[in-house]
């Protein structure tokens, strides 16, 4: 068979994929990261038959950067925060939104190809607990975390007068 001829091959499912199973998914921001992941499906197609040898590593390369793709990154932080809309417990829905960022900023971190993760991680992390919203969800929330380490009442009491 033409190597030329795989992109081709590959690339008219792709294609029949894109058209008919990405229009029944019916959630934008899945649809966004399974036209993502097409792409490069794609790309990946043109790696395999290019002239340079090093398959492994072009195809390392390529995907790594997957997760740190701008569109890639919002249908995450989307498909999160839309199964954070269903949790009921109103205290726990602010908390979790107030960690989507992070968490997504994480994900991302922990799988491009810039090391070391865990200094990148911790970047993200010093970062998000010095914001507003952290704080802001720390204070409005005083009560229900001190409750949580036994203190005695005049003690959570005097804590939550500092804050």
């Known amino acids: 068979m033409d190597k030329s001829l795989f992109p081709q091959l590959v690339g008219v499912n792709l294609q029949f994929i894109a058209s008919t199973v990405v229009p029944g998914i019916q959630n934008p921001a899945v649809e966004e990261l399974v036209k993502s992941v097409l792409a490069k499906l794609t790309e990946t197609t043109h ?3 290019d002239e340079d040898p090093n ?5 390392k390369d390529l995907w790594a950067t ?5 569109s ?7 498909i999160y925060l839309d199964a954070v ?8 829905k602010e908390g979790l939104v107030v960690l989507a960022q992070p968490l997504v900023q994480t994900l991302v971190v922990a799988t491009d190809s810039v090391k070391p993760d865990s200094k990148q ?11 507003e919203g952290f704080l802001t ?4 929330n005083a009560q229900f975390i001190l409750s949580r380490f036994n203190l005695p009442q005049w003690l959570v009491d005097f804590v939550k007068r500092f804050l």
């Open 47 to 49: 790696l395999l038959v």
């Open 55 to 59: 398959n492994a590593q072009q195809i």
């Open 66 to 70: 997957f997760t740190s793709d701008k």
């Open 72 to 78: 890639v990154v919002a249908a995450f932080e989307a």
């Open 85 to 92: 809309k269903r949790v009921e417990n109103e205290s726990l």
């Open 121 to 131: 991680i911790e970047d993200v992390w010093s970062k998000f607990i010095k914001t």
């Open 137 to 140: 969800f720390l204070v409005k």
